[in-house]
């Protein structure tokens, strides 16, 4: 055990020398994305799950003059389930097909894919994402991307730095906190700005369920396979659910707040979901997050079956209160004053908007920048990933200076993941009071 | 809960009220405490759709035609999220009960496949404990029954449509089981103007005549039957034998009674609403998901069990989910 961690420092500390040299490169200026007309628009997708799907299914739906040119992923099994299941979605509507030679698996088809088209869509578990959106921006492509945009603060000033690049470069970039897409959330943030519940003083941010899906290892795996197929429980890849779900309230949070937290401190751990079979990461987190007004937000999530679910946020004001789930404002005293009108299955799908949006103000030549939100929201959930981890408070701040490097920045299939287990298969947990912050 | 004491009464007066012999009874689930309450329906004919002159009439209610049921036993209650999570964990399939103890089904637990695990709480924070489990695929509700049969033995299945109507309407013929108006249907359903904006505990309203909850209200219920808007034209008047829909597409299917979302018209005993892709709408993965309806909080279901079981041969077609 002492060893590997030994490795580890030494990895991070190498790695991060090397980061350090690619921030401070000098910005490549000479491209500006021009309006895309009627041209027919080449889609590329990069990470072939189901997410990324959907994504490439409501890219087509979007607009009519788009076409998927390329696939990539680590796995090429993935792919072609991927393909298939496109291709079924539209039937006859529309012929999807993509060439046998435009298929790229390993670690670096993502470059090959990107390569071939105007827009990607980047939805490999999140590690990967600062370095795909890094070269997708590096070469003038509109994005697509999943949240969160990163698992380590490395990653997150990665994708700040090519924020800016993107901008000046007038790309569009869509990050999929898709609630900023929601009618309902639209509707109720106005409704905030104007004041009904004057300012918010407090809440609380929930993404309490059951857990997800656990890929069990087989036969013949390597460890690194073995992860990568199984990746929601390995830090490297997926960066905690309190990360890669509960970002989404977070998020909320931050954006109906108009701020991002100041310090974070919390606790949490792994009592229920704690086997072999679950890498490395809690199974719950609750974290109190301050913000710069002195608002103060506790965030809770949990992957406990059993336990009681929701996944919600709430917020108190100085004049009221308001719940998004139900989108129920009150006043003071409790009584009723507004509810969102929800219509189940007739307001717009948000992750249908997301591409309306992206490939309209594509065609117009306008440019949507959501990658500064998205990056600095993934790193509130990552300041709490580090307040429960370590169990001390935590600026904001010291979270984006952190030289915390969880994602290898190559890979390949004979590399060594960064967290192994020990002779018993069991992974190194994160201990309150002994993990240190990096 | 309705109170123990009520459902004691309630139980004593259904048994003698149905002296031919058939009781209900508790399903235990194995390897747990819970239990499923299973009321005798008695068979009968009755007169399934409504008159053009009902408050509230649909086109596809109509005509009204006559049709025969065979005896069965039908859950008091909306299946619960208590229940269905132990179809969602399969935790207990361990605990099947040897056929041997009981053999109206021949089926192996670990065959049937399982709903997966939701990306995000299916619930939308409404509660779990003693609620009715909603966003169901008509195959995950299928599934659970076939699953349920083999944990059991008895062989389960969802209700064909006439069968919910039979059973929703316990002998009456008014649009509701209560009356011809919503005056009271406070007292007995959980529905747009009481609901709060979210389901309710199963049952906290008054039952039918039968002793069955929430058939008005609180979740619409899956059933067996492909919707055709059509489908009661080409009826005979009188003597259809236990008629049932076998559906050959996904969509749309089947479901009745209405939900703590609908105003009371759409809880009339003879409404019937088709589920519809729109239901999966903002599910965000492709190929979208075989067990979860994003967007039908509304919708759960509830079990039978046929009087008489079909053959085992049979049985399948009734657990079958086809898709063309």
């Known amino acids: 055990m002492k060893k590997q961690s030994n490795s580890r420092r030494n990895f991070i500390k190498t790695t991060t020398l090397a980061?350090?040299?690619?921030?401070?490169?000098?910005?490549?200026?000479?491209?500006?994305?021009?309006?895309?007309?009627?041209?027919?628009?080449?889609?590329?997708?990069?990470?072939?799950?189901?997410?990324?799907?959907?994504?490439?299914?409501?890219?087509?739906?979007?607009?009519?003059d788009v076409e998927l040119v390329a696939m990539a992923d680590a796995f090429h099994d993935r792919i072609e389930k991927s393909l298939k299941g496109i291709q079924e979605h539209f039937g006859e509507d529309k012929k999807i097909d993509v060439k046998e030679k435009n298929r790229f698996d390993g670690f670096d088809a993502y470059k090959k894919a990107i390569d071939l088209a105007d827009v990607v869509i980047l939805t490999t578990p999140p590690g990967f994402r600062p370095y795909h959106f890094e070269y997708a921006i590096t070469n003038d492509k509109h994005v697509f991307m999943e949240k969160p945009v990163a698992t380590d603060p490395v990653g997150v000033r990665k994708v700040l730095e090519m924020a800016k690049i993107a901008k000046a470069k007038k790309l569009n970039v869509v990050v999929g906190l898709q609630r900023h897409y929601q009618?309902?959330?639209?509707?109720?943030?106005?409704?905030?700005?104007?004041?009904?519940?004057?300012?918010?003083?407090?809440?609380?941010?929930?993404?309490?369920?059951?857990?997800?899906?656990?890929?069990?290892?087989?036969?013949?795996q390597s460890e690194l396979e073995y992860q990568m197929r199984n990746w929601y429980y390995f830090n490297w890849l997926c960066g905690d659910h309190i990360l890669e779900q509960h970002i989404h309230n977070i998020d909320v949070a931050n954006w109906f707040i108009g701020d991002y937290p100041l310090s974070a401190q919390g606790m949490g751990g792994r009592q229920v979901r704690n086997g072999k079979?679950?890498?490395?990461?809690?199974?719950?987190?609750?974290?109190?997050?301050?913000?710069?007004?002195?608002?103060?937000?506790?965030?809770?999530?949990?992957?406990?079956?059993?336990?009681?679910?929701?996944?919600?946020?709430?917020?108190?004001?100085?004049?009221?209160s308001i719940t998004l789930g139900n989108g129920v404002i009150k006043d003071l005293e409790g009584n009723h004053q507004f509810s969102y009108p929800i219509k189940w299955g007739e307001d717009p799908n948000p992750y249908q908007v997301e591409h309306d949006k992206?490939?309209?103000?594509?065609?117009?030549?306008?440019?949507?920048?959501?990658?500064?939100?998205?990056?600095?929201?993934?790193?509130?959930?990552?300041?709490?990933?580090?307040?429960?981890?370590?169990?001390?408070?935590?600026?904001?701040?010291?979270?984006?200076?952190?030289?915390?490097?969880?994602?290898?920045?190559?890979?390949?299939?004979?590399?060594?993941?960064?967290?192994?287990?020990?002779?018993?298969?069991?992974?190194?947990?994160?201990?309150?009071g002994k993990t240190k912050f990096i | 809960m309705f109170p123990d004491f009520l459902r004691l009464l309630l139980f004593l007066n259904l048994t003698t009220y149905l002296s031919f012999g058939q009781q209900n009874?508790?399903?235990?689930?194995?390897?747990?405490?819970?239990?499923?309450?299973?009321?005798?329906?008695?068979?009968?004919?009755?007169?399934?759709?409504?008159?053009?002159?009902?408050?509230?009439?649909?086109?596809?209610?109509?005509?009204?035609?006559?049709?025969?049921?065979?005896?069965?036993?039908?859950?008091?209650?909306?299946?619960?999220?208590?229940?269905?999570?132990?179809?969602?964990?399969?935790?207990?399939?361990?605990?099947?009960?040897?056929?041997?103890l009981a053999n109206e089904v021949d089926l192996e637990v670990d065959a049937i496949s399982g709903a997966t695990t939701p990306y995000t709480d299916m619930s939308f924070g409404m509660g779990t404990d003693g609620y009715p489990a909603i966003c169901m695929t008509q195959l995950a509700a299928i599934k659970f029954c076939e699953w349920l049969s083999a944990m059991t033995g008895n062989f389960y299945r969802l209700p064909t449509e006439a069968e919910w109507e039979y059973a929703c309407r316990a002998g009456t013929s008014s649009a509701y089981s209560f009356g011809e108006t919503s005056e009271n249907l406070s007292e007995y359903a959980w529905f747009k103007d009481n609901s709060d904006d979210t389901y309710q505990k199963v049952g906290l309203k008054k039952p039918n005549q039968w002793g069955l909850f929430d058939m008005h209200g609180n979740v619409s219920e899956w059933t067996l039957d492909a919707y055709e808007i059509?489908?009661?034209?080409?009826?005979?008047?009188?003597?259809?034998?236990?008629?049932?829909?076998?559906?050959?597409?996904?969509?749309?299917?089947?479901?009745?009674g209405g939900s703590w979302m609908d105003r009371a018209?759409?809880?009339?005993?003879?409404?019937?609403?088709g589920s519809s892709k729109k239901w999966k709408q903002r599910d965000p993965q492709i190929p979208k998901s075989l067990w979860w309806h994003t967007d039908a909080p509304f919708v759960g279901f509830r079990i039978v069990r046929p009087a008489k079981p079909p053959k085992i041969e049979i049985q399948k077609k009734y657990w079958n989910y086809s898709t063309n």
């Not at chain 1, 990461?281 to 406990?304: K, L, M, P």
């Not at chain 1, 580090?386 to 915390?404: C, D, V």
């Not at chain 2, 025969?68 to 619960?80: G, N, R, S, V």
């Not at chain 2, 076998?246 to 299917?253: A, D, E, G, L, S």
Request: proline share 6%; with cysteine.
């Open chain 1, 183 to 220: 009618s309902k959330y639209i509707d109720l943030k106005k409704r905030i700005d104007n004041g009904v519940i004057g300012q918010i003083r407090s809440g609380q941010v929930y993404w309490n369920d059951a857990g997800v899906w656990v890929k069990k290892r087989k036969a013949g």
């Open chain 1, 358 to 432: 992206l490939f309209s103000s594509i065609r117009s030549g306008g440019v949507i920048s959501d990658t500064e939100n998205g990056a600095k929201s993934t790193l509130s959930a990552i300041l709490g990933r580090m307040a429960t981890y370590t169990g001390k408070k935590i600026t904001f701040e010291e979270a984006l200076n952190s030289q915390l490097h969880l994602m290898p920045e190559s890979l390949t299939w004979d590399s060594t993941p960064p967290s192994i287990p020990d002779s018993n298969g069991n992974y190194s947990i994160p201990t309150p």
């Open chain 2, 265 to 273: 018209s759409r809880l009339r005993s003879a409404t019937r609403r």
């Open chain 1, 277 to 320: 079979d679950h890498g490395e990461i809690f199974d719950h987190h609750f974290v109190e997050f301050t913000y710069a007004n002195g608002a103060v937000i506790s965030s809770q999530c949990r992957h406990i079956p059993g336990t009681m679910s929701r996944v919600d946020e709430v917020f108190q004001g100085t004049k009221g």
């Open chain 2, 25 to 100: 009874y508790k399903q235990q689930l194995p390897g747990t405490e819970k239990s499923i309450a299973m009321l005798f329906i008695p068979g009968g004919t009755f007169t399934m759709g409504s008159a053009p002159t009902e408050k509230g009439h649909f086109a596809d209610e109509g005509p009204q035609h006559q049709v025969i049921i065979d005896p069965f036993w039908m859950a008091e209650f909306e299946t619960t999220w208590d229940l269905y999570t132990l179809f969602m964990e399969r935790t207990i399939d361990k605990y099947q009960i040897n056929s041997s």
């Open chain 2, 230 to 256: 059509k489908a009661y034209r080409i009826r005979k008047k009188n003597n259809n034998d236990n008629p049932y829909i076998v559906p050959t597409k996904i969509y749309p299917r089947v479901v009745r």
């Open chain 1, 19 to 64: 980061t350090g040299a690619v921030i401070t490169a000098p910005l490549q200026m000479n491209f500006m994305a021009p309006g895309l007309g009627n041209k027919k628009l080449k889609l590329a997708l990069v990470g072939c799950g189901g997410r990324g799907s959907g994504a490439t299914v409501q890219a087509l739906t979007a607009d009519p």
